[in-house]
C-alpha cells in the first residue's frame, strides 16, 4: 500500500501563492505517475497537474498552464504544486493521486492511491 498526505492549503486572496506539498509513504517503489486533482463544490474531480515519479511526463490543464508548477523531491517520497497568481476559481479541496503507470492520465478512475485532501480557498 501507498499512503499520501497532503499539506499547505489554506485561505488566501487572488493573486498571492501557496505551495501544496505531498508526502508518500509505503510502498513508494511502485508509484510511477504522480498527480494533483481538485474538486470544487457541486464540479466533477478535474486534473491539474501531473508528472512521472522519477521527472517527465508532465501535464497541466488549461485553466493553471503558466500559474501552476509541479515538483518534486525523490529524496524525500515528495510532489509539490505550486500555486501562483491565483484566481477564486481555483477554489477547491486538493488531492494528490498516485498510479503504477507511466502514462499520463488525467482520468481519476485510474488512480489507485489518494491522499485525504487539502483546501484551498482563494478570495476576491
Known amino acids: 500500500q501507498v499512503q499520501l498526505v497532503e499539506s499547505g492549503g489554506g485561505s488566501v486572496q487572488a493573486g498571492a501563492s501557496l505551495r501544496l506539498s505531498c508526502a508518500a509513504s509505503?510502498?513508494?517503489?511502485?508509484?510511477?505517475?504522480m498527480a494533483w486533482f481538485r474538486q470544487a463544490p457541486g464540479k466533477a474531480r478535474e486534473c491539474v497537474s501531473g508528472?512521472?515519479?522519477?521527472?517527465?511526463?508532465?501535464y497541466y490543464g488549461d485553466s493553471v498552464k503558466g500559474r501552476f508548477t509541479i515538483s518534486r523531491d525523490n529524496a524525500k517520497n515528495t510532489v509539490f504544486l505550486q500555486m501562483n497568481s491565483l484566481k477564486p476559481e481555483d477554489t477547491a479541496v486538493y488531492y494528490c493521486?498516485?498510479?503504477?503507470?507511466?502514462?499520463?492520465?488525467?482520468?481519476?478512475?485510474?488512480?489507485?492511491?489518494w491522499g485525504q485532501g487539502t483546501q484551498v480557498t482563494v478570495s476576491s
Open positions: 509505503g510502498r513508494t517503489f511502485s508509484i510511477y505517475y
Open positions: 493521486a498516485a498510479r503504477p503507470s507511466i502514462g499520463v492520465s488525467t482520468s481519476d478512475s485510474d488512480y489507485n492511491y
Open positions: 508528472m512521472r515519479w522519477i521527472g517527465g511526463n508532465t
